[in-house]
Every structure is written in C-alpha cells, then in structure tokens.
C-alpha cells in the first residue's frame, strides 16, 4: 500500500495527464485547416475542469461528479481565494461540457468562442501548475 502522500501525489499526476490530453487535442483543433469550433471548445473546457480537478485533489478537497466549473472554483477558492477571480470567466466553458454535447437549439460555436475557450483554458493551466507543488 503506498503511503498516503505518494498516492496523492499519484492521483494529481493522473489528474494532470488527462488534463494536458484535452490541454493539447484543443490547440490542435484550434489550428487545423479545418474549423472544429464546437470540438474545440469542449475540449478546452474539459482541460479547464480536470486542471480545477487536480488542484482540489492536491488540496484533499471532494468534489461532485460535475462538469460545474463555477462549482468547482468556488471549492478551490477554499484552498487559494486569489485563485477565483483569476480565472472567474472560466465559468463560461461548461456550457460547452453540457448543452453542447448534445442535440439542441442552441447557437453554433463560432471560431472566436472556441479561439476563447483555449486562452481561458491556457490561463487555467498556468494558474494551477503555478500553485501546484509537485
């Protein structure tokens, strides 16, 4: 059985690795000849929650099963208040998680929203690697 911190540690780096998957599957639809707005966005938005993900593990926070990211920053301002208005319109991405997955009437992503959601995304992860002390 590992100790505690060891497993800790492992399950951030597990956190992280799928983060940096969404992380960078996002920048390259983001610069494909090929518009994938919508695939885009989700994928940042997903990078975005995972990143939120792995800092809340590191801090031993629970958090639900939620694609929430406004949720999920406001248990990490619990660990780190100046981490929320940092990354506050990160909140707007997880209408790609949710409505955006599914069929609907919604309006089509456009390529300045996804172009959007990757610095958003970008800015996330800076922010949590920052105060991640691995």
């Known amino acids: 059985m590992k100790p505690p911190e060891e497993a800790k540690r492992e399950l951030v780096r597990q956190w992280l690795e799928k983060a940096e998957s969404d992380w960078r599957l996002s920048h390259r639809?983001?610069?494909d000849s090929e518009s994938?707005?919508?695939?885009?966005?989700?994928?940042?938005?997903?990078?975005?929650?995972?990143?939120?993900?792995?800092?809340?593990t590191w801090h031993q926070v629970e958090f639900p099963k939620t694609h929430d990211i406004k949720r999920l920053l406001k248990l990490a301002s619990g660990c780190d208040p100046s981490l929320t208005?940092?990354?506050?319109?990160?909140?707007d991405l997880t209408v790609y998680?949710?409505?955006y997955r599914y069929p609907g009437e919604y309006p089509a992503v456009i390529a300045?929203?996804?172009t959007s959601a990757v610095a958003i995304s970008d800015r996330v992860r800076d922010e949590v690697l920052q105060r991640l002390l691995l």
């Open 29 to 31: 639809l983001a610069t």
């Open 36 to 56: 994938y707005a919508e695939a885009t966005a989700f994928h940042a938005q997903q990078a975005v929650e995972k990143y939120l993900k792995a800092f809340l």
């Open 85 to 91: 208005p940092e990354l506050s319109d990160a909140a």
């Open 97 to 99: 998680a949710v409505e």
């Open 112 to 114: 300045e929203e996804a």
